[in-house]
């Protein structure tokens, strides 16, 4: 059963670099069949993809965000990291990071996710 | 806001049938996939490829996409079904991620 577990630092200042890891059990990350995905919720609000990244480097990112996002694949320690640059208060949310199945090709649904990690931009 | 566009409520009587919609122009040609979402809790995937059910997803929920509408359908509807429920497709074209801003699923 594929298992993913967020973890991070639950509250950031405004202007710093946000980090998180996700750590991957009973499966790989190499997976071909996977991308891996960030999404973030803030409180009470929906859901909002970040970005999707292949173990090889292929990488899909909102175009809200992506010029404050980093994300990365460590496939000797089977996890992934995302770093969001320049948090500001809108930043607060859950953040989950997912499996994106890519069983046909391109990505396409998210299944399992983690559970989340709640993350406070406040000084 | 969100280029798919769901009801933001919908209720249903316990053993009735609930309908939940997700519209939008980006829909043609993609698949939909829904997600549902107690309080507290992580997201799980229920249907996916419009009308695929994971291993673990009762039968009383179906999934359809005309075209510009993908539905969400619960039969039989039990008060354990009630949570938000988000729809999202993968837009190829652009290589973005779509979702709908959620609907709450109220069991009366």
């Known amino acids: 059963q594929l298992l993913l577990q967020a973890s991070g630092p639950g509250l950031v200042k405004p202007s710093e670099t946000l980090s998180l890891t996700c750590s991957v059990s009973g499966g790989s990350v190499s997976s071909t069949t996977s991308y891996w995905a960030w999404i973030r919720q803030p409180p009470g609000k929906g859901l909002e993809w970040i970005g999707s990244m292949y173990y090889a480097g292929t990488t899909y990112s909102n175009p809200s965000l992506e010029s404050r996002v980093t994300m990365s694949v460590d496939t000797s320690r089977n996890r992934i990291s995302m770093r969001l640059g320049s948090v500001a208060a809108a930043d607060t949310a859950v953040y989950y990071c997912a499996r994106h199945s890519a069983i046909l090709g391109p990505p396409d649904w998210f299944d399992p996710w983690g559970q989340g990690t709640l993350v406070t931009v406040s000084s | 806001s969100y280029e798919l566009t769901q009801p933001p409520s919908v209720s249903v009587s316990p053993g009735q049938t609930a309908g939940i919609t997700c519209s939008g122009d980006?829909?043609?040609?993609?698949?939909a996939s829904w997600y549902q979402q107690k309080p507290g809790q992580s997201p799980i995937l229920v249907i996916y490829?419009?009308?695929k059910r994971p291993s673990g997803t009762p039968e009383r929920f179906s999934g359809s996409n005309s075209g510009k509408t993908a539905t969400l359908t619960i039969s039989g509807t039990q008060a354990m079904d009630e949570a938000e429920y988000y729809c999202?497709?993968?837009?190829?074209?652009?290589?973005?991620?779509?979702f709908g801003g959620g609907t709450k699923l109220a069991v009366l």
């Open positions: 980006t829909l043609r040609n993609k698949y």
């Open positions: 999202q497709a993968w837009d190829s074209s652009t290589a973005d991620v779509l």
């Open positions: 490829q419009d009308s």
